[in-house]
């Protein structure tokens, strides 16, 4: 629909239409989150009316299924330049040398079609080419910052379910003479999961209506719902099963088998989970997010703070610092944000005032933090993942204090004003911890310990277990005999 010519959209667009499976396939082997090493080609045949694809793709989602897939492959590099872009092409899985490998089984999902694709010396025709040479990536980008928005309503969804289940069982389910929901540690969790639903359902309504207006860039709010909502329905599906005890972690069918109510909670666990992996994972939305913030700064002032710029270039980022922050820093301390701005939010108008000083407090502290690091900020993942973990939870305050002010003008939805008031007391507890920890932190000690503990150093520690390295003796011993099934159980190997 985007990208497509307009021969493009009337040739496929029909067959989708009428219930044709697509499919997207970027990831290979070595290509995960990181595309640097993308091997899978496609080159102009001799006479030049075809491209001519070749490689293997992972994890198709789709792909066993699909009718069109949408290929990312590299193209020969244009004159003068040894780099080769990547580019995007429209495959059927019809044409000769389209084949699917293997059908991937996960952890949960259990409904999705996946598969490994192999193309050998597939023929696209030369007009299937998708946007232009070498724009993939991009492509690839725009793709998932739509995808965002997805998610985090698959991910609301999720949270209303657990609350469904949980309402049920924590009323219903008496243990030591009273119902295990007015139990204080139980409650602790039904009030949280209860503030973060509403919260996820509002940050959903809030990036759908920007997007849906057109007005806004939504690229950072997008990552952040998906980054934000993802890692809360993680949270709120795991207080679910451990509300649930032992049936929480029984499946659906075995508990169906002897006449228990059979909520799929542990399936709920194992579906969030891929959530926090894939469409960007939580780590790189974290560096995509960071980077949006720091990258201004690093363009106005990175020189400065560069050990290796030349004294030229420190000299004009002087010029330029000194021009753009007298009046940016200074700004990021004034601002009217005490009684009576945001009255008309009634209780909540003191969040909204947090969030305006909180708002600026993070600005100042990521100018800092870039001053302090210099261009090597961009290696501190742990402070820039503080610095988006306040920006997300101001972000998803400002979005459950507009929709409480809209719930609370109807008469059915009673309560918003609660919810949006604990979620606001809870994220500003994590606001308010998050700044100190920013440069006061044990960062550079675990990061010191990761890296003895890659360099064998603590092997010791792993003395008496049942060693992976025999899972993967097993594997290839599988892979000899031409079977994946797993073999007997292994004896506990010493491992040192
Ligand atoms: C069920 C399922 C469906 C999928 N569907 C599709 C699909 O339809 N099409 C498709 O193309 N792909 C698909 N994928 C692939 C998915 O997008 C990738 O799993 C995802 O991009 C992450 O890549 P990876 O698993 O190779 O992890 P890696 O990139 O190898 O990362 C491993 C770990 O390292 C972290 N990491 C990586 N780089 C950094 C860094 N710079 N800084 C800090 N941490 C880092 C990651 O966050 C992760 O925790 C699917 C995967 C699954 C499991």
């Known amino acids: 629909m985007k990208f497509g010519t307009e021969e493009q959209k009337e040739r496929y667009l029909p067959r989708l239409a009428k219930g044709a499976l697509s499919a997207f396939a970027l990831t290979e082997h070595d290509v995960g989150s990181d595309p640097a090493n993308m091997s899978t080609t496609a080159k102009l045949s001799d006479d030049g009316l075809h491209w001519i694809l070749n490689g293997e793709k992972l994890w198709t989602t789709n792909g066993p299924r699909a009718e069109l897939i949408v290929v990312m492959a590299r193209t020969p590099a244009p004159e003068g330049s040894n780099r080769k872009p990547i580019s995007a092409f429209i495959v059927e899985t019809e044409w000769a040398g389209v084949e699917v490998t293997h059908e991937c089984s996960f952890m949960g999902l259990k409904g999705l079609s996946n598969g490994i ?21 991009k492509l690839a980008l725009i793709t998932l910052n739509t995808g965002r928005l997805a998610m985090p309503a ?7 379910g657990a609350l469904e289940m949980c309402r049920d069982w924590a009323n219903s389910r008496v243990q030591w003479g009273r119902s295990i929901g007015k139990h204080d540690a139980i409650a602790q969790m039904l009030g949280k999961m209860t503030a973060n639903a509403f919260a996820m359902d509002s940050l959903v309504d809030l990036t759908a209506r920007m997007s ?8 950072l709010e997008a990552a952040i719902a998906k ?3 993802s890692e809360t329905g993680w949270d709120t599906a795991n207080d679910a099963l451990q509300i649930r005890g032992g049936r929480g972690y029984e499946n659906h069918g075995s508990l169906l088998a002897r006449g228990d109510i059979p909520y799929p909670v542990e399936r709920h666990l194992r579906d969030a989970r891929i959530n926090m992996i894939f469409e960007g994972s939580s780590e790189i939305m974290r560096l995509f997010i960071a980077r949006e913030a720091v990258d201004s700064h690093l363009a106005i002032a990175g020189d400065l703070v560069n050990p290796k710029a030349s004294l030229g270039a420190k000299l004009r980022a002087l010029v330029r610092a000194g021009f753009h922050y007298v009046w940016w820093y200074p700004t990021r301390f004034l601002g009217w944000s005490v009684w009576p701005r945001y009255m008309k939010f009634g209780g909540l108008g003191s969040h909204l005032r947090f969030v305006e000083r909180a708002s600026r407090r993070l600005a100042r502290a990521t100018f800092h933090a870039m001053v302090r690091f210099g261009p090597k900020l961009e290696k501190r993942q742990a402070v820039l993942g503080r610095i988006v973990d306040i920006g997300s939870d101001l972000l998803v305050m400002t979005a459950v204090i507009i929709r409480a002010r809209e719930l609370g003008e109807t008469t059915e939805k009673k309560g918003a004003d609660a919810l949006a008031d604990l979620f606001c007391r809870m994220a500003r ?10 440069f006061n932190n044990d960062d550079s000690t675990t990061y010191g310990v990761a890296r003895r503990f890659l360099d064998d150093d603590f092997l010791w520690l792993e003395e008496g277990i ?11 011993a599988a892979i000899l005999a031409g079977s994946t099934l797993e073999t007997e159980p292994l004896e506990p190997v010493r491992t040192t």
């Open 429 to 438: 507890r994590r606001i308010t911890a998050r700044f100190p920890a920013l």
């Open 117 to 137: 694709l192999r193309f050998t010396n597939v023929k696209i025709p030369r007009e299937n080419l998708l946007w232009d040479e070498g724009k993939g990536l």
């Open 466 to 476: 049942v060693s992976a390295e025999a899972y993967r003796h097993q594997a290839e």
């Open 212 to 219: 849906d207006s057109g007005n806004f860039d939504i690229r």
């Open 227 to 229: 980054l934000w909502t």
């Open 154 to 160: 698959f991910c609301a969804a999720g949270a209303k």
